[in-house]
């Protein structure tokens, strides 16, 4: 046996200090070691979750398409698959596969973008008809009285075709929006270029026609704000009901957020929980009811509806208008009222400043169909235009603001006029233009007290008006 001196067992038992660069290398030496041999493992670093846009900046003409891949504007016309097949079957006389047309039409919706800083933005196509096209049928218009006449035909049949096919399929559009919108400014421009330079109209009247102006377009911007919606249940434990604090006591009507009241059918159940914050209603399991949405999942209160345009919910829904682009409900309806009688009023008054200044000595009605020698200048063909487009515009919202002022009336909403239409439970008034249902009319005075009072404190109903 080999002998050891005093030193070397010294050596063995005192353990040498290391240097805290070595003791790091030994670290990471027995890591890699332990990696690479299965024992004490260390679990590879996690890269953080996000897409191509996330990692990068996006530059100005660069975006992310509806299949989550980096893309950009110089490729708008590139790998299109779809497009070369139909243009190969229509070159060889054969016909289209089914949904090809559609599945173009998304792919050049999801391409049509503008360069913005932060990457490409989308830009919805229904905004640019009324853009391009509005102007340029009116000036067509201006240049002989038949264009006129035929233009001015043509374009509410036209929109009204489009309502008719957007409607058909359910889809919201940005097409009615954009056509009100531009359709204010053009008018407005064409007012300040051609009518205001001919020294009739003062800077009073201008100032008068430019508020009233702003105050619709504050009242249209309130309007397009939440209608009242119901927020959907998330899971089967628990269905959110409005977002108030007012509780819901009953449903099937025998209480509302609304302070609107109903009597239950005699066979209904009212076994709904309400939770202590009084926002969550839940349906017993294999309970049927007509108040019940099973899209939403949720009990609906007294008068709400769903639209089928949103996928919402909404409280006392009358309609969904299409020239907002949102429902009308219990939170936006006298805002959507405002807008309208504000936009009759300020249509109304630059009717007839334009006229009295293009047809000087004539009456407004009287110079709205005859007006000798306005088409001898292009300028005033185009006011004359113009005003024709806004008076069958003003006409027909005026029936729109008359049939909700009816509905106000007789305390029914335009939903509950046509389930009675169609049900035969209600009865036609004023040639057809109202229908009352008997259900909420409590008379015109407190009618229109209750619409006032839309959106604040349930109104205090006497035991009589519950019963």
Known sequence: MKSFSAGAWLSLSVPRRRSPASAVEGRGAAATAGARGGGGRMKPRKKKAGGPGMEETLCCCEYLDRTGERSHLAACLCNCEDLDECCERWLTCRTLPPGNLERIADTFKDRFR???PRGAVKIDISLLPPIILLPVFLHIAALHFL???IILISLPVLVLWYYYLTHRK??????FLSLGLFSLGYMYFVFLREVVPQGHVGHRQVMILTCGLILMLVALSRAKRDPGYLCCQMSNEKALCPSNNNIISNWNGLGSANGLYRVAPPSSSTNIHVNSDGCSLKKEPGQVTD????????????RAGHCRICGRCVKRLDHHCVWINTCVGEQNHQAFILALSLFLLTSVYGISLTLDTICKGKATIKALFYCPGVYADYSSALSFTCVWYCAIVTSGMGYILLIQLLNISYNVTEREARIALRENSGRRLLCGMAVDTGQYNRGFLRNWIQFVSLGSLPLQHSTEAIV
């Open 114 to 116: 503008f360069p913005w």
């Open 170 to 175: 359910k889809g919201r559009t940005l097409f």
């Open 291 to 302: 108040d019940w949405c099973s899209k939403c999942r949720l009990v609906q209160p007294a």
């Open 147 to 149: 264009l006129a006449f």
